[in-house]
């Protein structure tokens, strides 16, 4: 059975580095992202394709396997995960209480919101900036519902450059 790790945070704000770094450090464990389930047109709700495919059969000691989505509505090649010592889980709600029966350790991390959207508009370009907008205002009203901040093993602050 892998152990799972959960890095969680809002968008922008450091998880895929650090999720780099610590599955390095881990001696190269897979890294399973969030991003492949989700989506602009599903931000939140897409958990249960997550824990069906992913979670569930890592935690059996079977592979992980799913055909990642592509935010731009383009299909990807399909992934195959193996039950490794550990997996890493990186991702906006990687923490949700859905996951956490499967989940070892939670991280969170932060920072501020305007570094958050310029690293966002970096990453999707500046004519997604409405989109971020929503998007961090929808991920805003989930993690003031869930509490996922206070439920974390460990915060971190992303805007420190601890892991780069």
Avoid: C
């Avoid at 931000?43 to 396997?65: F, H, N, V, Y």
């Amino acid at each position: 059975m892998a152990k799972i790790i959960a890095i969680d945070g809002p968008g922008g704000a450091g998880k895929s580095s650090l999720a780099g770094h610590l599955a390095a450090a881990l001696d190269d464990a897979p890294i399973l992202h969030t991003d492949d389930f989700a989506g602009w047109e599903n931000p939140i709700d897409w958990w249960p394709e997550l824990l069906e495919r992913a979670l569930q059969p890592l935690a059996a000691g079977r592979p992980a396997r799913f055909t990642p989505a592509d935010w731009d509505g383009a299909r990807k090649d399909a992934v195959t995960i193996e039950p490794t010592e550990f997996v890493v889980l990186e991702g906006v709600s990687a923490s949700r209480k859905e996951f956490r029966p499967y989940l070892t350790y939670a991280i969170w991390v932060d920072a501020p919101a305007d570094l958050r959207l310029e690293r966002g508009l970096a990453r999707g370009g500046r004519d997604t900036r409405t989109r971020w907008e929503q998007w961090m205002a929808d991920e805003d009203a989930f993690f003031a519902r869930e509490r996922l901040r206070e439920k974390a093993d460990l915060v971190l602050p992303g805007d420190q450059d601890l892991w780069n």
